[in-house]
C-alpha cells in the first residue's frame, strides 16, 4: 500500500505560477510510475501528466505542454509540478497518481493510488 500527500496548491493570476509536490509514504522500497490528473467543477476527472517508473519517460497532455514539467526526487520519494504561465482553464483539484505498472495509465480508473487532491485556482 502507497499513500500519496498532495501539497503547493492555492490561488495565482493567470500568467502566474505554481509548484506541487507529492510525497509517497509506505510501500516505497519499490519504484511506481507517478503523474497528475485534475478535475475541474462539472468535468471528468482528466490526465496531465506522468513520468515512468525508470523516470526515463515523460508523458504531457496537449494542454499543459510547455507550460508544466514533472520531475522526480527518488531518495526523498517525491514528485514535483511546475505549472508555468498559468492559464484560469487550469483551474482544478489536482490529484497525484501512482501505479504499479512502468507507465502510469491515462484513465483514472486503471490507476493504482490516487492522493487526496489540491486544489488550484487560477483567477483572470
Known amino acids: 500500500q502507497v499513500q500519496l500527500v498532495e501539497s503547493g496548491g492555492g490561488l495565482v493570476q493567470a500568467g502566474g505560477s505554481l509548484r506541487l509536490s507529492c510525497a509517497a509514504s509506505?510501500?516505497?522500497?519499490?519504484?511506481?510510475?507517478m503523474g497528475w490528473f485534475r478535475q475541474a467543477p462539472g468535468k471528468n476527472r482528466e490526465f496531465v501528466v506522468s513520468?515512468?517508473?525508470?523516470?526515463?519517460?515523460?508523458y504531457y497532455a496537449d494542454s499543459v505542454k510547455g507550460r508544466f514539467t514533472i520531475s522526480r526526487d527518488g531518495a526523498k520519494n517525491t514528485v514535483y509540478l511546475q505549472m508555468n504561465s498559468l492559464k484560469p482553464e487550469d483551474t482544478a483539484v489536482y490529484y497525484c497518481?501512482?501505479?504499479?505498472?512502468?507507465?502510469?495509465?491515462?484513465?483514472?480508473?486503471?490507476?493504482?493510488?490516487w492522493g487526496q487532491g489540491t486544489q488550484v485556482t487560477v483567477s483572470s
Open positions: 497518481a501512482a501505479d504499479t505498472s512502468s507507465l502510469l495509465p491515462t484513465e483514472g480508473r486503471y490507476v493504482d493510488y
Open positions: 509506505g510501500r516505497t522500497n519499490s519504484n511506481y510510475a
Open positions: 513520468i515512468s517508473r525508470n523516470s526515463g519517460s515523460v
